[in-house]
Nanobody, 115 residues
């Protein structure tokens, strides 16, 4: 069964940090480029960061230098470390392959940055 399960979101003050995790089934994860996406209220979903099977990373300009994507191939897991969070980072965060597969979207995890 195709499955992506995101976790780790929460409410954090500006400047704070969170670590998101995404557990994937092996058929989604192994050997593929994985990405983290986010969707803020009233906005389209956007790609935030990607990581190749070899560990190469790429980031949206809005998060470069603040977010770090990583993967654990032994556990079929991809992580996103969020540092120096800003109110504009508030969104539901999702993982998926990059490019995304429409049938792979999970429930996401809510990140709210507010004082």
């Amino acid at each position: 069964q195709v499955q992506l399960v995101e976790s780790g979101g929460g409410l954090v003050q500006p400047g704070g940090s969170l670590r998101l995790s995404c557990a994937a089934s092996a058929d989604i994860f192994s050997g593929y480029v994985m990405g983290w996406y986010r969707q803020a209220p009233g906005k389209q979903r956007e790609l935030v960061a990607t990581i190749t099977s070899g560990g190469g990373t790429n980031y949206a300009d809005s998060v470069k230098g603040r977010f770090t994507i990583s993967r654990d191939d032994a556990k079929n897991t991809v992580h996103l470390q969020l540092n120096s969070l800003k109110p504009e980072d508030t969104a539901v965060y999702y993982c998926n392959r990059a490019p995304a597969r429409v049938d792979y979207w999970g429930q996401g995890t809510q990140v709210t940055v507010s004082s």
